[in-house]
């Protein structure tokens, strides 16, 4: 079983930056594709970006693109998105998830196993 502790969350003004962070327990965290999901109230939870174990590849939803970056420090098993530019839309529970297998999906809920407890993030005008 792994565990995944967001943290970083809180209210930013248009244009602001946050970073979150994700630590996940478990010795294997080299081995995990990461991803980042955020979810706003009466919405589906949608995909923001994700990071392959094997070559660091990352990934983006277009409406993230070019602002966030997503990056890992398997020293510290430790998964972070950088949140720059940010925007009134992009206010929503944050949550990282872990994916052991390798899926193809990587943007689908469905590939990750494990799943943190989210961090709100709030973007004021």
């Known amino acids: 079983q792994v565990q995944l502790v967001e943290s970083g969350g809180g209210l930013v003004q248009a244009g602001g930056s946050l970073r979150l962070s994700c630590l996940a327990s478990?010795?294997?965290?080299?081995?995990?594709?990461m991803g980042w999901f955020r979810q706003t109230p009466g919405k589906e939870r949608e995909f923001v970006a994700a990071?392959?174990?094997?070559?660091?590849?990352?990934y983006y939803a277009d409406a993230v693109k070019g602002r966030f970056t997503i990056s890992r420090d398997n020293a510290k098993t430790t998964v972070y998105l950088q949140m720059n530019s940010l925007r009134p839309e992009d206010t929503a529970v944050y949550y990282c998830?872990?994916?052991?297998?390798?899926?193809?999906?990587?943007?689908?809920?469905?590939?990750?196993?494990?799943w943190g407890q989210g961090t709100q993030v709030t973007v004021s005008s």
């Open positions: 478990g010795r294997s965290f080299s081995t995990y594709t």
């Open positions: 990071i392959r174990r094997s070559d660091d590849s990352a």
């Open positions: 998830a872990v994916d052991r297998h390798f899926s193809f999906l990587i943007r689908a809920i469905s590939s990750y196993d494990y």
